[in-house]
């Protein structure tokens, strides 16, 4: 299923959600001139779990990685698929948020997927990278406030391809149970990332939200 717009309205301009997409683009390009110096890029700015609990070979610790991570991406698909997800569905949540504080809406969803992943893969040396865990944040809150809304799906099976409304409730809830299925098999797709995400979303819409002017859909 690949989401195509939702029938949400807003009532501003997402200019922090815009920018977050022409960010993640910008350095994905960058990425891509790099060359053979990419896997040294990649190494310094991704998430390793192993250098953030138990430090590099100088037993330093990298915490800022928790925040870099989040805009590098390994391929077309990866972030295509991230700054889709982001585009309909974070204007809602920066409309709800206001622009400040969808920053940091969006930064702490994406630090608590990574920290998740890491724990569970603390001797790991492979860097996590991507804006998964943070999109997965924005998932969240939205299941919260629009779980009502109609999403227009992609939908395809084998040769089987039509487009469809489905609640937003349905299509978020399938994504979840699709991360919980796939944990155990997760080796090139941080699961518990998204996981973390997603949670840490929800609990930050409810911290966070407009207290007045402002009404679960």
Do not use: C
């Amino acid at each position: 299923m690949i989401p195509l717009k939702d029938d949400i309205p807003t009532n501003s301009t997402p200019y922090v959600t815009i920018g977050i997409i022409i960010l993640n683009s910008l350095i994905f390009f960058y990425q891509l001139f790099l060359g053979y110096s990419e896997e040294y890029f990649i190494r310094q700015f991704g998430l390793i779990p192993s250098y953030l609990f138990y430090g590099d070979i100088y037993g330093q610790n990298h915490f800022v990685p928790l925040i870099t991570y989040q805009f590098l991406h390994g391929g077309f698909m990866h972030i295509i698929g991230n700054m889709l997800f982001l585009w309909i569905f974070g204007n809602n949540i920066e409309d709800a948020l206001g622009h400040l504080k969808f920053i940091v809406f969006y930064l702490s969803s994406g630090i608590a997927g990574g920290i998740a992943h890491s724990f569970l893969q603390s001797s790991s040396l492979l860097p996590l990278i991507g804006a998964s865990a943070s999109v997965s944040g924005v998932l969240g809150a939205y299941l919260f406030l629009f779980p009502k809304a109609r999403v227009s799906t992609l939908f395809f099976i084998f040769f089987f391809i039509q487009i469809i409304k489905i609640p937003a409730i349905v299509f978020i809830v399938l994504w979840f149970i699709i991360q919980i299925i796939n944990v155990p098999s997760g080796e090139s797709v941080a699961y518990l990332a998204h996981i973390g995400g997603f949670l840490t979303g929800i609990i930050l819409i409810l911290l966070m939200k407009k207290r007045t002017g402002y009404a679960r859909y």
